[in-house]
Nanobody
Framework: QVQLVESGGGLVQPGGSLRLSCAASGSIFKLNAMGWYRQAPGKQRELVAIIRGGGSTNYAGTVKGRFTISRDNARNTMYLQMNSLKAEVTAVYCC???????????????WGQGTQVTVSS
């Protein structure tokens, strides 16, 4: 099996920064695209940023220029550097990955449990 574990969330004041991590472990042959999603109370889950296996990235318009997604393929870990945080980004942030497991012939979709990010003074 494969597990995705997020870390780095917490309470931060407006204007502050946080760095989220998503560590993938288990029977992983290869990780393809990985992404960060968030869900605020009463709202639908939305894509924050995505990074493909080759390193290309896309961001939601609301975070472009303030958030940076990256990955360390040797560690099977993805990051989200969040700067200039505003209250409206408060949400549970989850990571997602397309995983090619050993012994499998296709990619499977996995999700982490999420980490809470709260921006408040």
């Amino acid at each position: 099996q494969v597990q995705l574990v997020e870390s780095g969330g917490g309470l931060v004041q407006p204007g502050g920064s946080l760095r989220l991590s998503c560590a993938a472990s288990g029977s992983i042959f290869k990780l393809n695209a990985m992404g960060w999603y968030r869900q605020a109370p009463g709202k639908q889950r939305e894509l924050v940023a995505i990074i493909r296996g080759g390193g290309s990235t896309n961001y939601a318009g609301t975070v472009k220029g303030r958030f940076t997604i990256s990955r360390d393929n040797a560690r099977n870990t993805m990051y989200l550097q969040m700067n200039s945080l505003k209250a409206e980004v408060t949400a549970v942030y989850c990571c997602n990955a397309d995983v090619h497991r050993y012994g499998s012939t296709w990619y499977e979709d996995y999700w982490g449990q999420g980490t809470q990010v709260t921006v408040s003074s």
